[in-house]
């Protein structure tokens, strides 16, 4: 049903587009005559900036989730159906992370696009990690490769190899911009386990409202005792919350890290109960800054997220803090707002 849905929705807009372009919402260029680049859909903003990256000029990228935008819950609207519909390929993070967006794409792209999920292809399945807002019954891993720069490298071979296939012309600049991101996200995580010596022993300890580091967290050495949002994405029950207050005290956890996205007035009363402080400014999926800023980028996301956690928990950022947040390329991807 909802595959029929999409396709009735898309013919319509398809049929409105003929007559006239269309002024809003993501795909409005998408079906430029001018521009012969290949164009590629992408779903998360790591993802679009990763893709864009590696893209340089000789492609175009153009998001589908809006910033700030819970992407577990999001229903893409028909405008969409547009974007998908022009694409040359489809880049998604898989792991069950945008099953709306894949059905609306499987429904709407031409029969030669290619949709690729990039964290299911680098992931094997006997490393999923599941945990409390992916409970393994559920079916669902942790989805959040992209905040471990070692799995972005990965993200980022896959966008090379698909690019090129599809623009083999452009091969050389794909490959280039490919090593000049592997350097800056290697230099990264140099940065951020140089860092980490810094806080204190035992410090290394994330409770969050949302579970994004778990991948992070299991290469890095450090510890996720907990993330406060239900795998239902609701509030959690009392007997939750006063669970995690227990454990926050037994392990000292000195501060614990909310989202920009996700506001969480529990996890203020979970630092008033324990003494821990509240850090509520890591951005899970949301770049810092605006559309072509050189920190609006994966890079730069991940440069403020581990600054914010090593300061946080009691280190000193000095590593994190010189590196310089330059972007590979023009920044011109469509990033929804």
């Keep these: 049903m909802k595959k029929t849905r999409y396709g009735i929705i898309a013919a319509a807009l398809m049929l409105t587009l003929a007559a006239c372009s269309s002024g809003s919402g993501s795909g409005s260029d998408s079906a430029d005559g001018g521009d012969t680049r290949p164009l590629i859909a992408t779903t998360v903003s790591p993802i679009t900036s990763i893709a864009a990256s590696i893209a340089g000029d000789c492609a175009r990228i153009e998001g589908i989730v809006p910033e700030g935008t819970n992407s577990h819950t999001f229903e893409p609207s028909p405008q969409v159906a547009e974007l998908l519909s022009n694409a040359d390929l489809v880049l998604v993070n898989g792991l069950k992370l945008e099953d709306p967006t894949i059905d609306m ?31 393994k019954e559920e079916g669902k891993p942790n989805p959040h490769l992209w905040t471990d720069p070692g799995y972005a490298i990965k993200y980022a071979g896959v966008i090379r190899d698909q690019l090129t296939a599809l623009d083999p012309d452009c091969a050389s600049d794909y490959a280039a911009n490919f090593a000049t991101f592997e350097q800056q996200a290697t230099e990264l995580g140099e940065a951020v386990a140089a860092d980490q010596q810094s806080v204190p022993a035992g410090n290394l300890k994330l409770l969050t409202y949302h579970d994004a580091y778990a991948y992070f967290a299991k290469d890095f050495g450090w510890t996720v005792i907990g993330a406060l949002q239900p795998n239902d994405f609701a509030d959690p029950s009392p007997s939750e919350v006063a669970r995690l207050i ?92």
Excluded at 313 to 328: E, H, K, N
């Design 105 to 135: 794409a499987q429904t709407n792209k031409k029969d030669s696009t290619q949709i690729v999920e990039i964290g299911t292809l680098v992931l094997p399945e006997a490393d999923y990690i599941y945990d409390f807002s992916f409970p």
């Design 246 to 337: 227990d454990q926050v005290k037994a392990e000292n956890v000195t501060t614990i890290f909310g989202s920009e996205v996700f506001p969480s007035a529990v996890l203020e009363e979970v630092g008033r109960a324990t003494g821990a402080r509240y850090e509520d400014s890591l951005r899970d999926d949301d770049l810092p800054g605006a559309p072509g800023d050189a920190e609006h980028s994966w890079l730069g996301l991940m440069k403020y997220n581990y600054s914010t956690m090593v300061s946080g928990l009691g280190g000193t950022p000095t590593q994190l803090d010189a590196i310089t947040v330059a972007p590979i390329s023009s920044n011109s991807a469509v990033y929804p707002q």
